[in-house]
């Protein structure tokens, strides 16, 4: 297992945004976070990276509790670029091995050259397919054991969605685990392994997809719609 949340609880202004949320994350792994806006799966995500206290509960990473040593092996893909609008495609590249150990530069390079993208592009004049393909690019081309990623697949369409998949897909190994929060849950249901459904900012299920097709004969679009 390489993380996991304890009973993790955020409250904002008197409301419990995410509540007593438990969850297991075992390496090899991609984890569908699913649920409609505003459920809580974003604040369950900055919790997991250090970046909001919770109200109650822990985080382990690597079999120990959360420490910030833990920052440099957890990469988090934010819905907002990470970057600036003055900066070319190769810059991105630079400032993120300038700001996080463990970037890896020809893997970004290579990355960015499969996906269609140029280095001297500057990123005031990408679309937003080819920003939202920059953003997973720079978060995959780290090294670290955990991955989170915002709703990577949001606005966009379907080819830059195919090209986001593979890069996910070439990433995730046994040393790893990579989690998506996504409310697009057609476009997740090919390739994540496991799949938490989140309302209201608690877990309604968890389940291995493949034990969900084999054992209920429904999809994960069918128990959405059932549990939503």
Same mark, same amino acid.
């Given at each position: 297992?390489?993380?996991?949340?304890?009973?993790?609880?955020?409250?904002?202004? =008197? $409301?419990?945004?995410?509540?007593?949320?438990?969850? &297991? !994350?075992?390496?090899?792994?991609?984890? =569908?976070?699913?649920?409609?806006?505003?459920?809580?799966?974003?604040?369950?995500?900055?919790?997991?990276?250090? #970046? @909001?206290?919770?109200?109650?509960?822990?985080?382990?990473?690597?079999?120990?509790?959360?420490?910030?040593?833990?920052?440099?092996?957890?990469?988090?893909?934010?819905?907002?670029?990470?970057?600036?609008? #003055?900066?070319?495609?190769?810059?991105?590249? &630079?400032?993120?091995?300038?700001? #996080? %150990?463990?970037?890896?530069?020809?893997?970004?390079?290579?990355? @960015?050259? $499969?996906?269609?993208?140029? *280095?001297? *592009?500057?990123?005031?004049?990408?679309?937003?397919?080819?920003?939202?393909? !920059?953003?997973?690019?720079?978060?995959?081309?780290?090294?670290?054991?955990?991955?989170?990623?915002?709703?990577? !697949?949001?606005?966009?369409?379907? &080819?830059?969605?195919?090209?986001?998949?593979?890069?996910?897909? *070439?990433?995730?190994?046994?040393?790893?685990?990579?989690?998506?929060?996504?409310?697009?849950?057609?476009? @997740?249901?090919?390739?994540?392994?496991?799949? @938490?459904?989140?309302?209201? =900012?608690?877990?309604?299920?968890?389940?291995?997809? %493949?034990?969900?097709?084999?054992? %209920? =004969?429904?999809?994960?679009?069918? !128990?959405?719609?059932?549990? *939503?």
């Amino acid at each position: 297992m390489i993380a996991e949340s304890r009973n993790l609880t955020k409250v904002y202004r =008197g $409301k419990q945004v995410v509540s007593d949320v438990t969850l &297991k !994350l075992r390496g090899g792994n991609i984890y =569908g976070l699913l649920g409609p806006n505003g459920c809580g799966k974003t604040t369950w995500m900055k919790m997991m990276t250090g #970046f @909001v206290k919770p109200a109650k509960g822990e985080v382990i990473f690597d079999g120990a509790p959360w420490t910030y040593r833990a920052k440099s092996e957890i990469a988090y893909m934010p819905t907002e670029a990470f970057f600036y609008d #003055f900066m070319k495609v190769a810059s991105v590249g &630079k400032y993120y091995k300038d700001f #996080f %150990e463990g970037f890896d530069e020809e893997k970004y390079e290579e990355l @960015v050259r $499969k996906v269609g993208l140029d *280095m001297d *592009m500057k990123v005031r004049d990408l679309s937003t397919g080819m920003m939202a393909k !920059l953003k997973v690019i720079a978060t995959m081309s780290r090294k670290a054991m955990l991955y989170l990623l915002d709703e990577p !697949l949001n606005g966009i369409d379907l &080819k830059a969605r195919e090209e986001i998949v593979d890069v996910i897909l *070439m990433t995730v190994s046994a040393k790893n685990v990579i989690v998506i929060s996504t409310h697009l849950i057609e476009e @997740v249901e090919s390739f994540i392994d496991n799949a @938490v459904f989140m309302k209201d =900012g608690k877990i309604l299920r968890e389940f291995d997809t %493949e034990t969900l097709r084999m054992q %209920e =004969g429904k999809s994960i679009a069918d !128990l959405y719609r059932e549990l *939503m």
